[in-house]
């Protein structure tokens, strides 16, 4: 584990990692069921170091807490571990580049379920291009895995968008049965 965490920092592998403030490997217990994972650092994690601080990081909070999960008892990370400038969507070179880092997170923590917020995470794990709204409503297999995956909207995007938050909570509610 150890030595995935210092090859994140130590990465130079893409422009992202020459323009970030710091590295955000992910956060949370390396024993977790479950693993969730998001687009990429925004501002306040790059400030951090930690993913999922921000504005949408406290609703994520406040998501799993509606289904009796805390944030140390999961594992959260990004498809990139670097921010991307102006918070742009990461390019696709970009997220394979990082892509090892992830699968060896993934097999170290060897989650029961893997939640995949927002069309970007959705996008890479799936290697799909449906909309999130066509991908929430089946549960999924991370491709050459047998864990199941779920997707769910991004934090921001309820945010931007809280008529959503009824379909998120039918998500969450079916994410708390996959995990018992
Ligand atoms: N959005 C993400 O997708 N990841 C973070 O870590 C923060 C915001």
């Not at 130079?12 to 650092?41: F, M, Y």
């Not at 949408?56 to 805390?70: F, K, N, V, W």
């Not at 990139?80 to 993934?106: G, M, S, T």
């Not at 997707?151 to 909570?169: C, Q």
Request: contains cysteine; charged residues 20%; hydrophobic residues 40%.
């Amino acid at each position: 584990w150890d030595a995935i965490i210092e090859s994140i920092h130590g990465c130079t592998a893409c422009e992202l990692a020459q323009n970030c403030t710091r590295k955000v490997p992910g956060i949370g217990s390396r024993e977790a069921d479950l693993l969730i994972v998001g687009e990429g650092p925004g501002h306040d994690e790059d400030i951090r170091g930690e993913p999922f601080v921000g504005r949408s990081g406290q609703l994520l909070d406040r998501m799993l807490a509606a289904i009796g999960i805390a944030r140390e008892q999961v594992y959260i990370t990004n498809i990139v571990k670097c921010r991307p400038p102006d918070n742009r969507d990461p390019k696709q070179q970009e997220a394979q580049q990082c892509r090892a880092f992830l699968e060896a997170q993934i097999e170290q923590i060897a989650p029961k379920v893997i939640l995949s917020v927002g069309r970007v995470s959705a996008h890479n794990l799936l290697a799909s291009t449906l909309p999130v709204g066509k991908l929430i409503q089946q549960v999924h297999k991370l491709p050459g895995t047998d864990i199941p995956l779920k997707v769910t909207y991004h934090p921001a995007y309820l945010l931007r968008n809280p008529s959503a938050k009824a379909i998120a909570w039918q998500d969450l509610k079916l994410l708390r049965q996959m995990l018992q």
